[in-house]
């Protein structure tokens, strides 16, 4: 089933519901114009699904290799690579001070979604050097800025981001890799690494790895990392790869889903690195960095699902089973179509989130406003969150609605599921990015929560003109929103992380709803029956999240471990 990217759904989400034209109203992004926003949607889509997507299924059956010490990529990713890179794709968001194209986040993380659908593997490689290209704009030195970032923004060599080790996964304060001055201002740094996304690649010339490491005598904890840029190959004196720096892939790690990504263990070996931003400071560039990638990451949640979609569509139109009114096919049982439409609902709702959040971001820089910047910081664990439960729900979903055809891998629904379950886990799991949620990002004691609330609830005033049902429905779930939120901000911590995950959850089904409300609104018949599908059947949903968020935590704790581990 060939992949369509859904260029109409952007169109009219950044027209209609995020307001893309205020982030092209500013002098920041004034270059975004809505031709030149169509001309980048329109290549991203025909690289997408003519050069991309057809690289998916072989890569899931031709994994990446190690091979006396050389990562082997899977068929055709080499070329595919360079397709996205000659594209300018790996430095659209980047500062076109080093070759970047300088667009918004909104638009990048349309384009991020779609090469996600297209090939989930091969897309994380672009998306982790457009973190680090962040995180060096944001901290590097100017030497190191003009020394890398060109050749990153260009996509020539790529950049990997190293945090985890085997016992600081979550925890990555106790992370011990070293870090030892030299005489010249590097440093050596010693320790392994696990997990390593793309850490090495037979078609890259050059990779970059930002590693967090401790200096001597740092504090204990998050507040002794520092961080690090450790080139696999030194640049010389013209700035190419010169002598080989002590740095290597042990291993890959064989893995249920994304098998073309290697994912690498690396051994550091007194590499040579240079230490970007001050030390000790390593969490709060790399905070930049993985702010980045937690968007990305639910945008691929979201590319996903979407593929899977199309998939389990094309199938369910076809295949003919029993007695169905209509053509015949399994699409007309009203349990399929539920399906069907839960997956479709879903996934406008969340790719709605994803470009509020974005939008959120590029208003941010654009403005320096503190209401933008809090706002994008509460939306960001919400988009990485429902992102990506929606891609394993909806892959999952598709799974389902091959049948017994969904567990035989030839059709290619099953790889999608095994593909979107990677992504609740890595950058951040998505139970702490919930807890970031309650903690880190109601430390406002609610205010930028409220903001958002007030803002739906005074469109949904204004939706009761035209749209009565609907818009109360959206009223009603927003204020009990609001009334958990302001209970959650009064508890101890213990009690509002039990309920976390919940109160996320109930947080992303609001926002969806406010945004499939504009979508009655603005669109078409057929945007306001999605819509009703949502706001009847999926919104309500809240009210028992809400309840589950303010249970506490003292009853998750009155069965002890000897309960659970009775026989
Ligand atoms: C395919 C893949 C690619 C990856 N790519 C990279 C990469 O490029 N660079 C990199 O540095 N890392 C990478 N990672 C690592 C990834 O980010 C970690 O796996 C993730 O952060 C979780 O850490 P962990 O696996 O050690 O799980 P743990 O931290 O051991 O967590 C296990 C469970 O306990 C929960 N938990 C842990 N601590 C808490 C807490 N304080 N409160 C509540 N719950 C908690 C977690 O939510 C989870 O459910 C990758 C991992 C995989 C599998």
């Avoid at 304060?173 to 996304?197: F, H, M, V, W």
């Avoid at 009155?558 to 009775?566: E, R």
């Amino acid at each position: 089933m060939p992949y369509r990217a859904p260029l109409n759904d952007y169109r009219f989400i950044f027209e209609n519901v995020v307001g893309l034209s205020r982030v092209s109203e500013t002098e920041r992004f004034a270059e975004a114009t809505p031709e030149l926003v169509e001309q980048i949607l329109t290549e991203a889509a025909r690289l997408s699904e003519e050069v991309i997507a057809p690289l998916n299924w072989p890569g899931d059956r031709n994994p990446a290799k190690l091979e006396n010490g050389v990562v082997r990529t899977s068929p055709g990713f080499g070329d595919g690579y360079k397709a996205i890179a000659e594209g300018g794709w790996v430095g659209m968001a980047a500062n076109p001070d080093h070759g970047g194209m300088g667009l918004p986040m909104a638009v990048t993380t349309a384009v991020n979604e779609m090469l996600s659908s297209a090939c989930l593997s091969l897309q994380l490689c672009p998306l982790l050097s457009q973190g680090q290209i962040e995180a060096l704009e944001h901290h590097a030195s100017d030497e190191l800025k003009a020394l890398y970032l060109p050749k990153l923004t260009s996509g020539e060599w790529s950049g990997t981001m190293n945090l985890t080790e085997p016992q600081a996964g979550s925890d990555v304060g106790a992370l011990r890799t070293k870090a030892e001055p030299n005489d010249d201002g590097s440093y050596r740094i010693t320790g392994q690494k696990i997990y390593i996304t793309w850490g090495d690649a037979d078609f890259l010339p050059n990779v970059v790895h930002l590693v967090l490491a401790r200096l001597p005598d740092a504090p204990a904890g998050t507040k002794g990392i520092s961080l690090f840029l450790v080139p696999k190959y030194l640049p010389d004196a013209q700035g190419e790869p010169g002598e080989q720096n002590d740095l290597r892939v042990v291993s890959l790690e064989e893995k249920m889903g994304i098998h073309a990504s290697p994912t690498c263990v690396m051994e550091f070996d007194g590499a040579k690195g240079w230490l970007v931003d001050g030390p000790n400071k390593g969490m709060a560039a790399m905070f930049t960095m993985m702010n980045n990638a937690r968007l990305g990451v639910g945008a691929q949640g979201i590319g996903v699902g979407e593929r899977a979609y199309q998939h389990a569509l094309a199938y369910a139109m076809d295949r003919v089973q029993g007695k169905a009114t209509g053509s015949g096919a399994i699409v007309e049982h009203a349990d399929v179509r539920r399906m069907l439409t839960q997956m479709k609902a879903d996934l406008f709702a969340a790719r709605s989130i994803a470009l509020m959040n974005a939008v959120s971001i590029d208003m941010a820089a654009a403005t320096g406003e503190a209401t933008w910047k809090a706002r994008a910081a509460l939306l960001t664990p919400i988009t990485k969150v429902f992102g990506t439960e929606v891609g394993v729900q909806v892959s999952h979903e598709g799974v389902q609605i091959h049948g017994g055809m969904g567990f035989v891998e030839e059709t290619g629904a099953a790889q999608f599921s095994r593909d979107a379950r990677i992504t609740p886990i890595y950058e951040g799991t998505n139970g702490i990015q919930a807890m970031d949620l309650v903690a880190r990002k109601m430390m406002d004691g609610g205010e930028a929560a409220f903001s958002v609330l007030d803002a739906i609830q005074s469109e949904a005033e204004e939706a009761r003109a035209t749209h009565e049902a609907l818009a109360q429905k959206v009223w009603e779930a927003t204020e009990a929103l609001r009334e958990t939120t302001e209970w959650l901000v009064e508890q101890e911590m213990q009690d509002r992380f039990a309920g976390a995950v919940p109160y996320l959850r109930a947080f992303a089904r609001v926002l969806g709803g406010a945004a499939h409300l504009r979508a009655a609104q603005r669109g078409d018949a057929a945007r306001g029956a999605l819509a009703a599908f949502y706001i009847d059947r999926l919104l309500p949903e809240h009210r028992a999240l809400l309840t589950q968020a303010r249970a506490g935590a003292a009853g998750l704790y009155a069965l002890g471990l000897d309960d659970l581990t009775a026989a």
